[in-house]
């Protein structure tokens, strides 16, 4: 059997809406079997984390727990150093090699717009594009160009406007997340006390 596989990397500091809405649009959009929720170790070109890897990774469970679509990939949390895609990609087509040897799969990389922007300075940008197709949500009516040698597929996402550093602030200041995350994310932040400085 050959399956069509999303990767949905982030901080996922917290993991929100939006992030689960690309998911949805784009399995739908590029008919995947399902997509992985990868949560950084290190994530060597984003802000440092706030919350620990064990709580952003039980916040992505909830998160898949929910969706049937939707799994959970561990692979960067325990790796020392820097996360760099190209090192997550290897792995996870290793990890299904093993799970599966009598399957093939191709990969889909779920970005963002601003990451896709930055796409040529990551770490072996050329190896990526080789392994994966390259799927970039953006909020509905930005334009966006394909960069040289780095095709993709943009889709729109309402609500990519949603953002982590919102709801920690929001948090901080006893604001409401309930339109922002799922219920049980929430009452994962609540119960942890997460974001309240």
């Known amino acids: 059997m050959r399956f069509r596989i999303g990767i949905l990397g982030g901080s996922f500091d917290p993991i929100h809406l939006a992030h689960l809405e690309a998911a949805h649009i784009a399995r739908e959009r590029c008919v995947l079997d399902f997509v992985y929720l990868v949560p950084a170790g290190i994530p060597y070109h984003r802000e440092q984390v706030v919350a620990s890897s064990e709580q952003r990774r039980a916040m992505c469970e909830l998160v898949a727990q929910e969706h049937d679509w939707v799994q959970l990939s561990t692979i960067d949390l325990g790796r020392p150093g820097n996360t760099y895609t190209i090192d997550t990609i290897i792995g996870l087509t290793q990890e299904f090699t093993q799970q599966h040897p009598n399957d093939s799969a191709e990969w889909f990389l779920i970005l963002g717009a601003d990451a896709?922007?930055?796409?040529?300075?990551?770490?072996?940008?050329?190896?990526?594009?080789?392994?994966?197709?390259?799927?970039?949500?953006?909020?509905?009516?930005?334009?966006?160009?394909?960069?040289?040698?780095?095709?993709?597929?943009?889709?729109?996402?309402?609500?990519?406007?949603?953002?982590?550093?919102?709801?920690?602030?929001?948090?901080?200041?006893?604001?409401?997340?309930?339109?922002?995350?799922?219920?049980?994310?929430?009452?994962?932040?609540?119960?942890?006390?997460?974001?309240?400085?």
């Open 116 to 197: 896709y922007h930055s796409f040529p300075q990551w770490k072996d940008p050329t190896g990526i594009a080789q392994t994966v197709r390259i799927v970039v949500v953006a909020r509905p009516g930005e334009q966006h160009e394909e960069i040289e040698n780095f095709p993709c597929d943009f889709i729109d996402v309402p609500g990519w406007e949603i953002s982590s550093t919102e709801i920690r602030f929001k948090v901080e200041h006893k604001e409401s997340i309930a339109q922002l995350v799922s219920p049980e994310v929430n009452e994962y932040i609540q119960a942890h006390t997460l974001y309240r400085n």
